[in-house]
């Protein structure tokens, strides 16, 4: 990229952080009102009523209670302009009776073809107008509920917490109509009280807002203003009034599924290529009480969830996999509280996956080069869960309470003599129990207390492990300003799978304390913490590394109101100081600076993100124990990324990114500087409300990279030998490309057609090597065994689905993938030329599996009353 163009876009940012700051010479009604946008817009109230006559369902709002209801107006825009009022008016009533509450909005508008309706799939948000209620049913400001319908009829949900945010991973089940009429459009739902928790008083109050997207202009408008230089979204909710005598209904569902599965494996022995299995089992729901609900998945199956985007990992620490499972994902915010769980340990790889082999009699070689003694026949990757339960919900005094549980079987290899054909079973995984346990206390002014525990029990001599954690977080009452931290303790005792000997790690520790200013236009926070040598969360959470001190220190400026030619800005500033606990020594200190901006006419988005990093001593890369005596010396080095996103209301929209890492010369050793590259490209075209194709391309280029060779050194390796008991490096160029093509159709807002195809390779090439000595000492050396490597995955998932009810589904799934087994080429094998790559990828053993699922919800009181969901 041209120097003078990375320069311009840099001198752009300045010259906008000159004109955003507000003036030193500010008069005092200036100031009053700067420090009334501090402060949360007064909140507005709206009285639902209450309906004695029951109303269809259908977007058009004739029935004369919705007439009689009060209607909610005058909605405030939240972006690109906060503060200014709609000038197409929406009109919003809430009515209820026994079972439900009812929502009919009416969102005025200028013609049919001001109006966009892109169709999309459940929970997203597509070239549309939407309309959505929030609510917060205990009235804490800091949890809720959301519910949104599109033009098209495209339902959206999610559940607002302080540890998830915004997180639509959670699904009710509950019904909505809309229809164009005239220049307006109209929706109307049906929120049953089953989607919901609340008190059993007799007079609520809950919290409530509304928000109107109007695509065509990209405003967002709310009911009661939400300032975003305010901290918080849930306390900036108005009010709802007018319930009374709301009984909260036994919520008892039961969704069982059947599946079916055939698979093709073209490396299984003859007659057992394809497989078919056949699956059932259940989702249960059950309300305990107005607060608390039991979530119940019984002999579970996640075959259909999307394929793990795989990596070449060079890194010393594991690959963080997103969680795809509906049963991990949805209502898991009291779970999420302190980082403490990551559910990809629950049914992961085998604790002895990687011992199966070690476990093979020894054999011997024949003259043809066939191997007498045992192979494995089968070593399953994932642990299959038995059950899974979670209890958890919030009484009317703030109190979250949330239990989760699962278990899992044994698990076990399969080993074949290749003489006798006599096969044995060696375990791999015992039973175990995985259990988290969460007290969540909401306090005033946006504040918390939470408590935490984790805990995995293992059959056997195997080890068990235990974590408690408590977090707080206390604002002012102005919320303006706020402290928070967090303590933790890890135990763990027994036995190292498969081994006498006793586990490490037994005890240990993390404390982090922070404080900040959190709401205004200028922010910023403070913190410092502490993970022990011993500490180690991840039997049930996940940390990429312990032993460590840090310090850091962010300062943060937005322009939320338009100026000059562009509707916002922000630029954010971040110091980090890291030592190594114990001993305690050096490891890093950078700098980051970021700003993003987005043109008012335009709406492209552009910005920067620039790292500044020190020498950093990285005593994690050697791969050596107890940390501290060896470390790889990285040099100073500055990353810079520019990005560019263009209006996504256009058919044709994209996003680009490109950046330059330089590194400072390493005087020690006779090498070439250090560089990185990267660039990615993200476009998508929408062909019409129907069809969306998009395409995403990334791009690294890692030139004279300093690294632990990957692999490690093989004592059975005759080039090995002399470097064994060493830390070997290797200076490589490494090459990484990810492709991934999606297409979805949409026929209606119940059916959908996705598809996804990724490719993904990378390419290690090795220059030089040399041998690691203390004080990050390197050593050149003439090791000679060629150590290039090539990782290749390929994965293609389609998926048409159909919701044939509320909360029914069927869904039908082709899957196919690579090899693991074809995945790397070493030495010569290995090609840095992409096509090669791919070509090779194709034509290599793939397995398909082709499944359908079906899932049908049945309600209790549905089914009481004799009708089904939506008559």
Do not use: C
């Not at 070239?127 to 949104?148: E, S």
């Not at 509950?174 to 109307?188: C, F, I, M, Q, Y």
């Not at 915010?333 to 476990?359: D, M, T």
């Not at 990757?381 to 958890?392: E, H, M």
């Amino acid at each position: 990229m041209p120097f003078t163009s990375i320069l311009r876009t840099v001198l752009l940012f300045v010259a906008l952080a000159g004109l955003a700051a507000p003036s030193a010479r500010a008069q005092t009604p200036a100031a009053d009102a700067k420090d009334a946008d501090k402060a949360p817009a007064p909140k507005r109230e709206l009285a639902a009523l209450r309906m004695t006559q029951p109303i269809k369902l259908d977007g058009v709002l004739d029935e004369e209670v919705w007439r009689e209801a009060t209607a909610a107006t005058d909605f405030i825009q939240n972006r690109p302009n906060p503060g200014p009022h709609e000038r197409h008016p929406t009109e919003v009533r809430v009515l209820y009776d026994d079972a439900a509450i009812y929502v009919g909005a009416v969102m005025h508008d200028v013609s049919q073809d001001s109006i966009p309706r892109e169709l999309t799939d459940r929970d997203n948000f597509g070239n549309t107008d939407f309309i959505g209620i929030f609510l917060d049913t205990y009235q804490d400001k800091l949890n809720g509920y959301a519910f949104f319908v599109t033009t098209g009829g495209v339902q959206m949900d999610a559940r607002y917490s302080p540890a998830s945010g915004e997180d639509f991973n959670w699904n009710a089940v509950w019904e909505s109509r809309t229809a164009l009429r005239g220049t307006d459009w109209v929706a109307e739902m049906r929120i049953p009280y089953s989607a919901l928790r609340f008190s059993t008083a007799e007079v609520q109050q809950w919290g409530l807002n509304f928000m109107r997207q109007r695509q065509r202009d990209n405003q967002a408008f709310f009911w009661n203003e939400v300032k975003p230089q305010v901290d918080g979204f849930v306390n900036q909710w108005g009010v709802l009034t007018g319930l009374r005598d709301l009984k909260p209904p036994l919520r008892l569902s039961l969704t069982p599924y059947v599946s079916t599965y055939v698979n093709h494996n073209p490396l299984n022995a003859e007659g057992t290529k394809r497989t078919t299995s056949f699956n059932a089992g259940a989702d249960i729901k059950w309300g305990i009480n107005e607060s608390f609900t039991l979530d119940a998945t019984l002999v579970p199956d996640f075959g259909q969830v999307q394929s793990d985007n795989q990596v070449l990992n060079l890194s010393p620490f594991e690959v963080q996999f997103n969680e795809n499972r509906q049963f991990f994902t949805e209502g898991t915010e009291l779970f999420n509280k302190g980082g403490l769980f990551y559910s990809r340990r629950v049914g992961a790889q085998p604790l002895g996956f990687g011992e199966a082999e070690r476990q093979l009699r020894k054999g011997s070689r024949e003259a043809d080069g066939r191997r007498k003694g045992e192979f494995v026949v089968q070593n399953p990757g994932v642990t299959p869960l038995l059950n899974a339960t979670k209890v958890s919900g919030r009484t009317s005094k703030g109190l979250g309470v949330g239990v989760f549980n699962a278990l899992s079987n044994d698990v076990y290899a399969t080993l074949q003599d290749s003489t006798s054909g006599a096969r044995r079973d060696v375990l791999t995984q015992p039973f175990s129990n995985y259990n988290i346990a969460v007290l969540d206390q909401s306090l005033k002014n946006n504040s918390y207390v939470s408590l935490i525990n984790t805990n995995v029990t293992r059959a056997g001599a195997t080890y068990d492990a235990n974590v408690t954690g408590g977090l707080f977080r206390f604002a002012n009452k102005k919320n303006s300003y706020a402290v928070d931290g967090r303590v933790v303790y890890s135990r763990r005792r027994g036995k190292v799978f498969g081994s006498e000997q006793e586990i490490d790690d037994q005890d240990g520790y993390k404390y982090i304390i922070g404080l900040g200013k959190i709401s205004g236009n200028w922010t910023w926070y403070l913190n410092q913490g502490i993970e022990s040598d011993k500490y180690n969360p991840n039997d049930l959470g996940i940390l990429f590394g312990n032993n460590n001190i840090t310090q850091s220190a962010q300062l943060v400026y937005q322009k939320f109101k338009p100026f000059w030619k562009v509707n916002n800005f922000a630029i954010f500033g971040v110091v980090n100081y890291n030592l190594l606990y114990k001993p305690t020594l050096y490891q890093a200190v950078n700098f980051y600076l970021g700003a993003n901006t987005t043109f008012t006419k335009s709406f492209n988005q552009i910005g920067f993100d620039f790292n500044s990093d020190a020498v950093t001593h990285d005593y994690f890369e050697p791969r050596t124990s107890p940390l501290g005596k060896y470390y790889v010396r990285v040099p100073g080095n500055n990353r810079l990324v520019l990005f560019l996103n263009s209006d996504s209301r256009k058919k044709f929209a994209y996003g680009l990114n490109a950046g330059l890492k330089h590194y400072y010369t390493d005087e020690r050793l006779p090498r070439p500087r250090r560089t990185g590259y990267s660039f990615g490209a993200y476009p998508r075209y929408r062909f019409n409300d129907h069809f969306t194709l998009r395409y995403s391309v990334d791009w690294s280029l890692d030139v004279n990279q300093i690294g632990y060779v990957n692999g490690g050194l093989d004592e059975n390796e005759a080039l090995d030998k002399p470097f064994m008991g060493q830390t070997m490096l290797g200076r490589r160029d490494v090459a990484t490309v990810s492709n991934i093509l999606s297409a979805a159709y949409t026929f209606t807002n119940r059916m959908a057609f996705t598809l996804r195809v990724r490719h993904y390779t990378s390419t290690v090439q090795y220059n030089d090597f040399a041998t690691l000595g203390k004080n990050g000492e390197e050593q050149l050396v003439d090791y000679q065994r060629n150590r290039d490597n090539t990782y290749n995955a390929f994965n293609v998932d389609a998926v048409y689905s159909w919701w044939f009810a509320p909360g029914s589904q069927l869904s039908i799934v082709w899957k196919n993938a690579s090899m693991p087994d074809n995945a790397y080429r070493f030495g010569n094998d290995a090609t840095p030329l992409y096509f090669n790559n791919l070509a090779n990828t194709i034509n290599t053993p793939h397995n398909n599996s082709v499944s359908v699922k079906v899932l049908y919800f049945l309600d209790y009181l549905a089914l009481r009353k004799g009708r089904g969901m939506g008559q």
